[in-house]
């Protein structure tokens, strides 16, 4: 009668630990779950928005798509800004097939108060455009004041692969960077609303684009 006495103390504190183990188990794999679908909500926005650039870059000015972003935010990630980034250096291409010269690659950035913002590799996509494009943020008519609200989504020029090339003056302005680096960028934020209508649409060439497909960008409320 004891010795069963004394055994019941430690048989309850077997089964809490795999009780334990059993809610943390859980926990886990329904965590991995919401991430796993959280990113394929994330992704499958950018891969519409990759079919809409090439769209637009292959037709003729003043070629135009219109679609709508959400900017999800699910599970950890929290997409504040997409930035739109030529790589010239393949080293940097890893996830991106024949770029043996450089890739264009759509990256969904989160934010993190601690760390700022971040890409997220896992649902950035690559974009088959030529090398020789230049994205160009708009401004008048459209919401281009959340750009202005999230600079910080422009990457810290330290960060920028060939930083050690870069002119000491160097500057970010208006979320952008000058073409003709390894590195070039163009980066839509959003604001305090929940859905945006990008409107892409292909300019036309000038004097100092004429070798290059011009793709302007305006971000509105939908």
């Given at each position: ?27 886990t ?57 030529h ?49 160009i943020v ?63 649409s ?7 684009t ?13």
């Open positions: 009668m004891r010795k069963s006495q004394e055994s019941a103390p430690i048989e309850l504190v077997i089964a809490v630990i795999i009780m334990v183990m059993s809610i943390t188990l859980a926990f794999v329904w965590s991995s779950i919401q991430t796993s679908q959280c990113l394929n909500q994330i992704q499958s926005e950018m891969l519409t928005l990759e079919n809409s650039v090439v769209d637009v870059s292959l037709g003729s000015p003043p070629t135009q798509r219109v679609m709508y972003l959400s900017f999800p935010t699910c599970g950890s990630y929290n997409v504040q800004a997409i930035r739109f980034s790589y010239g250096n393949p080293a940097y291409c890893g996830q991106c097939p024949l770029s043996n010269t450089g890739c264009w690659v759509i990256e969904p950035l989160s934010f993190n108060p601690k760390t700022g913002f971040l890409k997220i590799p896992e649902a950035s996509v690559c974009v088959n455009l030529p090398s020789a494009v230049t994205f708009q401004q008048s008519g459209c919401n281009y004041s959340s750009l202005i609200d999230n600079a910080s989504a422009c990457p810290p020029v330290q960060s920028m692969p060939g930083y050690s090339n870069l002119p000491a003056s160097f500057t970010i302005q208006n979320c952008s960077a000058p073409t003709g680096r390894d590195f070039s960028y163009a980066t839509i934020g959003k604001g305090s609303l929940s859905q945006y209508k990008l409107i892409i292909k300019g036309y060439a000038t004097a100092s004429e070798n290059s497909v011009e793709i302007n960008l305006c971000l509105t409320g939908k």
